[in-house]
């Protein structure tokens, strides 16, 4: 099977910690794990409410060291992609969380498939995005 590139949601990072095995498998086929800024803040704000946060912190760290995963940060071409992606979904009267359209212009720029469990990606056009194996391949 082809290796893939994937961004990660930080809800199929959550998925991944709770040993969710489509997310498992999707992640085994992945040649390079893109995780941005913005899907970490999320984690780590999580993390500051949370009770776990030294264990959840500790384990993301290790996560980030491993050599398939990528940092992927944003610039002048994320905020494009960020403005197009803004204008369509405004056009389309189909808004999504601002946080979600730094992801999506993230995965667009890098040319990333985006795993993800929320369906409302799936309105941004030119975005690949999938939640099951078959979407990856």
């Known amino acids: 099977m082809a290796l893939i590139e994937i961004l990660i949601d930080t809800n199929a990072y959550v998925e991944l910690k709770r040993g969710n095995q489509q997310t498992l498998e999707i992640l085994r086929y992945a040649q390079t794990i893109g995780i941005n800024n913005v899907v970490l803040g999320e984690l780590l704000a999580g993390f500051s409410v949370g009770n776990q946060e030294p ?59 985006l795993l993800t469990y929320d369906k409302h990606f799936t309105n941004i056009a030119g975005l690949l995005q999938g939640q099951q194996l078959s979407d990856f391949l």
Request: aromatic fraction near 12%; glycine fraction near 2%.
């Open 55 to 113: 264990k959840n912190q500790r384990e993301l760290s290790q996560f980030l060291e491993t050599s398939r995963v990528k940092l992927l940060t944003s610039d002048e071409v994320t905020a494009k992609y960020y403005a197009m992606i803004y204008k369509q979904l405004r056009n389309k009267g189909k808004p999504i969380p601002t946080n979600d359209m730094w992801i999506a212009a993230t995965a667009m720029q890098y040319h990333f498939t």
